[in-house]
């Protein structure tokens, strides 16, 4: 399929960009798309939490009252899990949250994704622009150009431009991400996807 290629002005240029329809035109898998972006989400994970449990608080293992005897329920210790102060039962502990998912499965989800914004009007083509000096008003500009200030936007270059990511991190709305680290998850969390002519086909080489 056939794209018009937009100025950072946000002006139409003579330009067309033929996108491959095994990429941006597939049936959406929404199964593979969930998987992804959960993989995604485990990732960022830390996995550091950790609470106290019976073996390891500070207190007495005398026996509180005779076991027998009493009329109310037996008692061990103070640092029971049932008392104030005891241990946590089943209490969380550190761990990894990560998994490994077929690389085919990673490569459909963000076919899926791509598709997705394409059939939802949410995905467009920029010529490729460069930035002097990191500029944050100048970001912002070129943002507005093409109408995208008010939204929560994903852009995507073919290479690693420094001075437009610098200048994009002072914008709340906005993210810069090169074509070989795009994911699922930032794609779907994007309300438009802008992507530079150069970063089509790094991507449609990566996807193929």
Do not use: C, W
Not at 164 to 180: C, G, M, P
């Amino acid at each position: 399929m056939e794209v018009k290629v937009l100025d950072a002005k946000g002006k139409a240029t003579s330009k067309k960009v033929t996108l491959s329809d095994s990429i941006f035109g597939i049936e959406p898998n929404n199964h593979a798309i969930y998987l992804d972006v959960k993989q995604y989400l485990a990732n960022q994970r830390q996995g550091t939490h950790k609470a106290k449990e019976r073996s390891e608080i500070a207190g007495s293992t005398k026996k509180i009252k005779k076991q027998k005897g009493t009329g109310t329920a037996r008692v061990g210790n103070i640092k029971s899990g049932t008392r104030v102060g005891g241990g946590r039962i089943f209490g969380p502990r550190p761990r990894n949250y990560s998994f490994k998912l077929n690389i085919k499965l990673k490569r459909l989800a963000r076919k899926s994704a791509l598709s997705f914004k394409m059939q939802s009007d949410a995905l467009m083509i920029v010529e490729d622009f460069n930035m002097a000096a990191p500029k944050t008003a100048e970001f912002k500009s070129i943002l507005a150009n093409l109408k995208l200030e008010n939204e929560k936007v994903l852009v995507v270059t073919g290479s690693k431009e420094d001075n437009i990511y610098l200048s994009s991190r002072n914008v709340q709305r906005a993210k810069v991400v090169t074509a070989d680290s795009l994911n699922t998850y930032d794609v779907l969390n994007a309300r438009k996807v802008v992507l530079a002519s150069s970063a089509v086909e790094s991507i449609e080489k990566i996807l193929n």
